[in-house]
């Protein structure tokens, strides 16, 4: 019997040579069909022939010119990145900085202004800097801040700018409401990770025997973590309630809100042609008591995004699934270090950095359905910027 071939996104893990690069498109083998546990769902809902008929098709995207668009200017934005910025020293009403992983964030009294950076984040440390996802991250969460204000409502006041955010100060929970439909990951608290070890009651959810990776859950579930300053770790709902970080009431509204907002974001996200296959919420309780989702959601930070075309049969096939988040990257760091006790990582290849670039510039214009506003070169980031937020503040 003929072996099928069938474009891939992401390498079979099985067969990744570590002195290699990986091309970023190229033809992969079926390989061995994992045993699945039946009394678990695997279906994914089939789109109508009008929805296939309206997705991108994300093969001949993967080899059009467009896309070869894209990775040349992100090459030719790789010295440009948005890898820092310092409001604070040049807007007289922001008062300090908190440098984190991804975001600037500055004090402006009764608001926070929020900076997202060119920053790559994963393992708890930054890997690299990429080119535009800044932009892109800040641009997608806004579209589904917008969406989801029916579900709960959101710490947002303004946009000046296309990477800014300017929010309400509130309180933040010191809980990560981290929201699964699927047994995958590579970090040390995916739920592959640990189910893989034999753990079978994981953050208050127990767990069947027989799941294999990438296979979907019989039901969403969470799995919150505390927000660490080093590394998050896993906590149950009891945990969380007695430890006082949160009260009964809070937990309860909040992973309920977590739950309709994934579920939510799953439905939007298949009509485009894509699994939301997991995610992370972050929420808050502003001046009033409202409780208020802030940070971001479901950006390819925060998220892992699958084709949802291929899935079924990359599944069967024992292949990682074609996914655009970071995901990918993930993976070249753990075949080429150990990120998590290496004190200097190795550093990212042009081609994987130029790669994610336009995964994530796919995945904006995929979900939102338009078109990604390239920065205007003319014109330095961070003037911009710097004139953007001092014109926005100057409203408030």
Known sequence: MATQLYPSLNPPTKTLNKTSLFPSFYLSKSIIKPKINTSSSLSIKVLSLQQQQQQPSFDSLSNSEYRDSIIHAAKSSLSNCLSETNLHLSIPALTSKIRGKVRDIYDAGNYLVLVTTDRQSAFDRVLASIP????????????????????????????????????????????????????????????????????RNYCGNALLDGLVKNQKLPANILTPTTKAADHDVPVTPHEIVERGLMTQDEYDETSQKALCLFKYGQRIAMEHGLILVDTKYEFGKGPDGTILLIDEVHTPDSSRYWIANSYKERFQGGVEPDNIDKEFLRLWFKDHCNPYEDKVLPDAPEELVCELAWRYIFLFETITKSKFQMPVKEEPIRDRICRNVSLALSSL
Do not use: M
């Open 132 to 199: 535009f996802k800044g932009q892109v991250l800040n641009e997608t969460s806004l579209w589904w801040f917008d969406k989801t204000s029916h579900i709960v409502p959101n710490a947002v006041v303004s946009r000046p700018d296309r990477n800014v955010t300017i929010a309400k100060k509130c309180s933040v929970f010191p809980v990560e409401f981290v929201v699964r439909g699927f047994v995958t990951g590579s970090t040390d608290t995916s739920l592959w990770t640990v189910y893989n070890k034999g753990v």
